[in-house]
């Protein structure tokens, strides 16, 4: 029979092969993985703050209250006794935020249209704590963002004057 042994390696040197070759393939795509992964936790541009859902400390997705405090108060120029007020306003938003997020029973469009609601809850306390000024910046603040979110809904970037969206002052 050295006939069949020269035909067919032995069942050592296959698995040798076919094990190098899974090692090689992993290695390959855990390199892209992490180069992917890199890339996407790069501050993007434009994300100045003003995003603040988006890119905030470098993660995706929704930022904590904290996040949000600290980002309003460099915005706004908060005193301390406004952040205090705003502190649990921002957390029970958070909250209500993620559990809607997490919620698989419901559509998404029902979900998005909830959270909706939830921020201009949050926003109409918010604008009670600051005084005319701080409301004015936070309004134009909101506007930037709803604009910019339009813009990512349809797809495109946005172009100056591009669809009637920005506001002349």
């Known amino acids: 029979m050295p ?9 050592r040197s296959q698995s040798a092969v076919l094990l190098s070759m899974i090692f090689a393939v992993l290695v390959l795509l855990s390199t892209g993985l992490t180069t992917a992964i890199a890339q996407d936790t790069q501050e993007q541009p434009g994300a100045s703050g003003q995003e603040m859902g988006h890119h905030m400390g470098g993660r995706r997705g929704m930022p904590s209250a904290d996040d949000q405090l600290k980002h309003l108060s460099t915005m706004l120029n908060l005193s301390d006794d406004q952040q205090a007020k705003l502190k649990p306003i921002l957390e029970d938003q958070h909250k209500q935020m993620q559990q809607l997020w997490n919620d698989n029973l419901m559509s998404r469009q029902d979900r998005f249209s909830k959270m909706r609601e939830l ?51």
């Open 3 to 11: 006939n069949s042994a020269t035909r067919r390696p032995s069942g």
């Open 119 to 169: 921020r201009e809850n949050a926003d109409t306390q918010i604008k009670g704590v600051l005084n005319d000024d701080q409301q004015k910046k936070f309004d134009q603040m909101r506007e930037e963002q709803r604009s910019h979110m339009r813009h990512r809904m349809s797809g495109g970037n946005p172009q100056p004057g591009g669809d009637g969206s920005d506001k002349q002052e």
